[in-house]
């Protein structure tokens, strides 16, 4: 099993290729492969092929990948890019920054713990309300139509 220094999330500097010098998000990764795909970069056109009505052909553009080992990471503290170091916290082995020795591991972790957060806030009590009465109204309706048949039936 291959193993790569940069993981989905990571913000990377391109250092060779047609896009080098851009920088981007890593959207996917292919360990095995050794290879990632950064947002909006390395963008190939793709020929689709129609498949019915709702699926029109026609030529799509597509970040491809590139070779893990030509990007770098940038580090999210001292905002340069630089190689990756191991060290290990509260028994797990984290990534760190070369220069600043910053954990580039944590930061990640806390950002989606904090949309997470935010995404349940944003959830409000009256949305849930709404959603319990259509169920009744559904409910009701339902309920409505038997008595119906079975005085239509009698």
Partial sequence: MNSLFVK?????????GKDKGKTGKIIASDPEAGRVT????NI???HVKPRGAQNPGGKQKVAGTIDASNVQIICPSCNKTTRVAH???D?????VCKKCGASLDVKVKA???TAKKSAKKDETAPATE???????TAAKKT???????KSDNA
């Fill in 8 to 16: 989905k999330g990571d913000n990377v500097k391109i250092l060779a």
């Fill in 38 to 41: 950064v947002e909006n970069c």
């Fill in 44 to 46: 190939i056109i793709k």
């Fill in 87 to 89: 060290s290990e916290a």
């Fill in 91 to 95: 028994g797990k082995k984290i990534r």
């Fill in 111 to 113: 950002e989606k713990k």
């Fill in 130 to 136: 709404e959603k319990k009465t259509v169920k009744k």
């Fill in 143 to 149: 309920t409505v139509k038997k008595t119906e048949e």
